[in-house]
């Protein structure tokens, strides 16, 4: 069924209610957060649309959510709990002294990159897609096991700043 929708051109589709999808997106598979995890394309259950794939440098994993500008996954809370998130996988990243183009880039679009060997991409994946729906204990899991393992994430002189330039 085609629907009216504001923003990007249509048409939109209705999706096992959720949020209006676009065309290209209406044969995506729904990822579940305990299924088998994969690279590839998928329609997450908050709606989302995740990406996962080969990082330009060969030691990472880059995972893209986005959310077309949903509201309901644009809240400050949420925006946080992603930035931890983003924490987390950068810490490994700090402590194997690596330097990669964005561990996060928040907003509608959002950008990790979690380092080979380090966090599991299906724990990753399943943090994330626990933020969508307001579960942040995950996340919180990740950043203080990435702490104890590889100290304070945050780099020296960057203060409170990620990777992509975002403010924590």
């Known amino acids: 069924m085609t629907i009216e929708h504001n923003g990007i051109a249509g048409p939109y589709f209705e999706y096992d209610g959720l949020p209006a999808l676009h065309a290209v997106d209406k044969d995506l ?44 996954q644009l809240t400050d809370e949420k925006n946080d709990a992603f930035k931890r998130l983003a924490l987390a996988a950068e810490g490994y990243c700090v402590q194997a002294g690596c330097r990669h183009h964005a561990a996060y880039s928040g907003g509608v679009l959002r950008i990790f990159e979690v380092r080979n060997g380090s966090i599991t991409l299906a724990a990753f994946v399943r943090a994330a897609l626990a933020v969508e729906l307001e579960d942040f204990t995950p996340t919180d899991r990740l950043l203080q096991e990435t702490e104890a393992l590889a100290g304070p994430v945050r780099r020296e002189n960057e203060g409170d700043k990620v990777s992509g330039g975002e403010s924590v």
Do not use: N
Not at 34 to 63: C, K, M, N, S
């Open 29 to 72: 598979p729904l990822i579940h957060p305990y299924a088998p995890v994969a690279p590839g394309r998928y329609i997450t259950p908050g709606g989302g649309r995740l990406t996962i794939r080969p990082a330009e440098t060969g030691a990472h994993i880059r995972i893209t959510l986005d959310h077309l500008g949903c509201p309901a």
